[in-house]
């Protein structure tokens, strides 16, 4: 179907948002002839995409169909964006396998992909299997990854049948542990990571590539984590394993290459994970904006709502004042409508259906007939006589 690995994006749930367009415009044109498969699920998307004209890139609209197995699976996380980053392994799964695709890349949306024409070539001379970032021992993120094996695809699949996994990139992770297809990609910090796990040569394949930590260190993190704060420049990623003040990042308004601490080497850099979701600014900062200026001489910077900077602290009380209305107004109002409900509505739910002692008679029943009763439930019997005399019993129950 294809000449060479296709690229694959996927996009499951809402409606697709403004920034996912200039990604893939500039993804595009940075490897035109590369083929391009965005996988989507809501079709009220399709007029959207159909707007983007780009000429290398074909969409697919994907059923339910597509995403029972995850969402039957031993997932513990049910929050539904960590869903979808799994749901996408499945659609990616039957897409390949329907039309006989063999090797193909994946990359998440909100990465920027320089040149990579000659990676598939490369990446083939190493191995099969599936080719991941992997910043740590107990997870991978698919920020970029290429697979040549489709049954990897299927294995990592398994794991949420098998195991209990929170999330894709610590499917990842497991599945890293545990086979011999994994081949970790080089990141930012291969240098020290390579002491605890085997990881491909930045030589071998060309190039670093960017879990997390590139993106968030040029740009911040996603703005909705940082709710009452503006976003800014120069954040750390808890995994990475390099200094960061001897980081230093170029641009040749194309490509990014990145110097690491103690090489005098240059290496390519093959995607920058936007984080922050703010790929315009990243499009400026590779033609070397102030924010690429502030970078290149580490001076902390706000990058997006910087509105925050001065009306977080009102965010932060509005929020306040949404939740005490909420816990205490709201819950209060409930509880007494409860209560008015039940001292002036009757409802057909309240009432508990008895059996028919037929063709018996009842104890009441019995009780109501006779003119004369005691009741021995205890030592002291009672004794009754009714004021109209109608037969004489002597009832014990």
Not at 59 to 80: C, M, V, W
Request: hydrophobic share 40%; aromatic share 16%; net charge positive.
């Amino acid at each position: 179907m294809y000449s060479k690995a296709p690229l694959i994006y996927v996009w499951i749930g809402k409606k697709v948002p403004n920034w996912i367009s200039l990604s893939l415009r500039i993804t595009a044109k940075n490897n035109p002839t590369r083929n391009i498969v965005l996988l989507y699920d809501n079709f009220k998307n399709k007029s959207i995409f159909k707007k983007y004209n780009i000429s290398n890139l074909e969409t697919f609209f994907i059923d339910d169909i597509y995403k029972d197995r995850i969402l039957n699976s031993n997932i513990n996380n049910k929050d539904s964006f960590w869903i979808n980053t799994s749901l996408r392994f499945e659609v990616i799964n039957k897409f390949v396998n329907s039309k006989k695709i063999k090797c193909f890349f994946h990359a998440e949306c909100d990465n920027l992909l320089f040149n990579f024409d000659n990676l598939d070539r490369r990446l083939n001379q190493i191995g099969n299997g599936i080719f991941v970032p992997r910043d740590s021992i107990d997870r991978a993120i698919a920020s970029f990854m290429y697979c040549n094996d489709n049954s990897c695809i299927e294995d990592i699949l398994e794991k949420y049948s098998s195991d209990n996994i929170s999330n894709d990139m610590f499917a990842l992770g497991k599945y890293a542990n545990t086979s011999n297809k994994f081949f970790s990609l080089p990141t930012e910090s291969y240098k020290k990571n390579s002491l605890n796990w085997e990881i491909v040569s930045p030589e071998i394949c060309g190039g670093i590539f960017d879990a997390a930590a590139i993106g968030q260190y040029c740009f911040g993190l996603d703005p909705k984590i940082n709710r009452y704060t503006p976003t800014y420049n120069l954040f750390e990623n808890e995994f990475s394993n390099i200094n960061f003040k001897k980081l230093k990042i170029f641009s040749d308004g194309v490509n990014l290459k990145i110097n690491l601490e103690g090489q005098s080497k240059l290496h390519k850099l093959f995607n920058l994970h936007v984080h922050s979701k703010d790929i315009y600014l990243a499009n400026k900062f590779i033609k070397k904006n102030s924010i690429y200026n502030k970078v290149l001489i580490k001076k902390r910077t706000v990058t997006s709502n910087k509105f925050k900077k001065y009306f977080g602290f009102v965010i932060k009380m509005f929020d306040l004042l949404k939740f005490m209305f909420k816990k205490i107004i709201l819950n209060n109002a409930k509880y007494y409508l409860s209560k008015l409900k039940k001292k002036y509505f009757v409802t057909n739910k309240e009432y508990i259906s008895r059996i028919s002692s037929f063709p018996f008679i009842s104890g009441d029943s019995f009780m109501g007939l006779a003119d004369t009763i005691i009741l021995k439930e205890n030592d002291n019997p009672v004794f009754i006589k009714k004021k109209f005399r109608k037969r004489n019993y002597i009832c014990r129950k």
